[in-house]
């Protein structure tokens, strides 16, 4: 089958590429910018790449193509897609493609949330792959255990990162109902993606749809100290249920107390039996709270797939973690750079406070790049003031949004910067950096590349 893939270069759909690729299938692929490492991985596997959404495509490299794989980022107007409608290809999702041939007869195990998808994905992945199941997974990160972000797997065991955003312009369920799990961890649930959801009420609504798919003998596992994934499982339940939560949660006129808990020294108990610990490695960032209880969610997934919980300790101990989350850049002048991939408030928030509780009272310079479409229309700026208070200077690119970040940021006074030009901003965060401070650059994409030119220029300030 030959497959031309719009929207190739995003994380998921150049992932599907690769697994298309591997079970056997012909591989082409556009996007509107095609640049490493995503072009780079492609190529690497013999897959063509256009540039742009030319209609001419038809006749040329998607020429003879069975089907045409459309990513949720493409919309009516697009010259290709207009021209296939107008011609009467045949097109499809990439959930839809991947559900009807990968995930057939497949054991799934699916991570949805709000925050940490990534994360946990990949530590269940890695739990798995540890115990020898060779699992199949398509992830929105890239693993440092595995330095690839998906692959078709040699089981029957296959991990997903189960995403609520939609799924196509012509489909607009959540990519997760694609993905009939049999295991399907819900770790939490609150209000984002403003651009396609009015309100929590209407997100909780698409994971109840999630939860209707898993099968009677399917298991779901459940963060039992979000009462927005309570009000889910509310609506209705048919499969068996394991909950998770921190040693500290306490039930109160929730549905069940947690059946598993983990505390702050890493502690695992089930109905009050300790487990065993998780402990990482020396150089791991999986930092803060909400990384214990990713972890205590993996291991309570893999354990449904027949993996011990000690089993899953010990994989634990290896896990190294996932590019782009807290990762180390560089040290320039005694000066510490981070990448991480936080675009929420709450992840912000934890991410700071992770960082807090490792570098103790040494100074975190934060920097934001509010990038997503939520974070766009202004829908969270309100929170960002208490998501940022940790941070003992934040700077803020205030390019291309909707709202005034001067004054959505003013409760943090001083500490608070806000720059609309990238060159000025740069500048300025390298002014105020000294030896011993950690600058943690927070963005959903490149943000220009920010990481390298602050450690060059601290460089040259030396």
């Excluded at 449904?304 to 180390?328: K, N, W, Y």
Aim: one cysteine or more; charged letters at 20%; proline letters at 3%.
């Amino acid at each position: 089958m030959h497959l031309h893939i719009l929207g190739i270069c995003g994380t998921f759909m150049g992932g599907l590429a690769a697994i298309a690729s591997a079970a056997g299938h012909r591989v082409t692929g556009c996007d509107a910018n095609v640049y490493p490492p995503m072009s780079t991985q492609l190529e690497t596997l013999g897959i063509a790449l256009t540039e742009g959404f030319d209609a001419a495509q038809l006749a040329g490299v998607a020429r003879g193509a069975d089907v045409f794989v459309v990513g949720n980022a493409l919309s009516r107007g697009n010259p290709l897609i207009e021209a296939i409608l107008d011609a009467g290809r045949a097109y499809t999702s990439g959930p839809q493609w991947l559900c009807e041939n990968v995930l057939a007869d497949r054991w799934v195990l699916a991570v949805a949330g709000t925050h940490g998808k990534t994360t946990t994905a990949a530590m269940l992945a890695w739990i798995l792959e540890h115990a020898g199941l060779r699992p199949g997974f398509l992830i929105g990160g890239v693993p440092r255990n595995f330095a690839v972000s998906a692959r078709i797997g040699a089981s029957a065991f296959f991990v997903i990162e189960a995403d609520e955003y939609d799924t196509a312009f012509f489909d607009k369920r959540s990519k997760f109902v694609h993905y009939r799990p049999r295991t399907a961890i819900l770790n939490n649930l609150e209000y984002d993606h403003a651009d396609i959801f009015a309100d929590v009420a209407a997100i909780e609504t698409q994971f109840h749809h999630l939860v209707r798919t898993v099968p009677s003998s399917g298991r779901l596992v459940v963060n039992a100290e979000e009462a927005s994934l309570a009000r889910v499982l509310a609506r209705g339940l048919w499969s068996e249920v394991e909950r998770f939560a921190g040693a500290e949660f306490t039930a109160t006129g929730g549905p069940m107390p947690p059946d598993w808990r983990i505390g702050s020294d890493g502690t695992v108990t089930r109905g009050g039996a300790r487990q065993g610990v998780v402990r990482w490695p020396r150089d791991s960032a999986q930092l803060g709270r909400h990384n214990r209880l990713n972890a205590l969610a993996a291991l309570v997934a893999a354990r449904h797939a027949g993996v011990t919980v000690d089993a899953g300790l010990h994989a634990l101990a290896e896990f190294r973690g996932i590019r782009r989350r807290l990762e180390v850049v560089g040290t320039a002048r005694g000066v510490t750079v981070y990448d991480d991939f936080a675009h929420h408030p709450t992840a912000i928030a934890t991410t700071i406070d992770g960082l807090r509780h490792a570098v103790g009272s040494a100074r975190i310079i934060a920097v934001l790049e509010p990038r997503t479409n939520t974070m766009k229309v202004g829908a969270m700026k309100d929170a960002l003031p208490e998501s940022l208070a940790l941070a003992d200077k934040t700077f803020c690119y205030a390019a291309n949004l909707g709202w005034d970040a001067v004054a959505a940021l003013a409760p943090l006074g001083a500490k608070a910067v806000v720059h609309d030009d990238f060159d000025t901003l740069a500048g300025a965060i390298v002014a105020e950096a000294r030896a011993g401070d950690h600058i943690l650059v927070m963005s959903n994409g490149g943000f220009g590349g920010i990481h390298g030119k602050l450690l060059l220029r601290l460089d040259s300030a030396a």
